[in-house]
């Protein structure tokens, strides 16, 4: 297992933007997984965005679409996650994940897991 660690986080208006990061320990394995997903109070964790870290396929969550990137660097070890057009239902810790998996968004998939970074989107 990598050890994660999420930083970025913070307020931002509505339609404004923030980049998380999430750097890891170790080099991953080779075509890790490397995920996005969000909690909110009261409701259940849901997947943001993913990506392999070599065949760098970006899967992207309904939320996500036409809004978030996602994107993983090698020579920093570091994943992140761009956010732009933030809405207030966007509001939630935001957990970085690794691991092997087959469906990209399902956070049963994952092994890994930082400890969460709190973004919040309000006037």
């Known amino acids: 297992q990598v050890q994660l660690t999420e930083s970025g986080g913070g307020t931002a208006r509505p339609g404004g933007s923030l980049r998380l990061s999430c750097t890891t320990s170790?080099?991953?394995?080779?075509?890790?997984?490397m995920g996005w997903f969000r909690q909110a109070p009261g409701a259940e964790r849901e997947g943001v965005a993913a990506i392999r870290t070599v065949s760098r396929s970006p899967y992207l969550g309904d939320s996500a679409l036409g809004r978030f990137t996602i994107a993983w660097d090698d020579a920093k070890n570091t994943l992140y996650l761009n956010m732009n057009r933030l809405k207030p239902d966007d509001t939630a810790m935001y957990y970085c994940?690794?691991?092997?998996?087959?469906?990209?968004?399902?956070?049963?998939?994952?092994?890994?897991w930082g400890r969460g970074t709190q973004v919040t989107v309000s006037s």
């Open positions: 994940a690794a691991g092997w998996c087959e469906r990209m968004l399902q956070s049963e998939q994952y092994t890994s």
């Open positions: 170790t080099v991953p394995p080779r075509d890790y997984c």
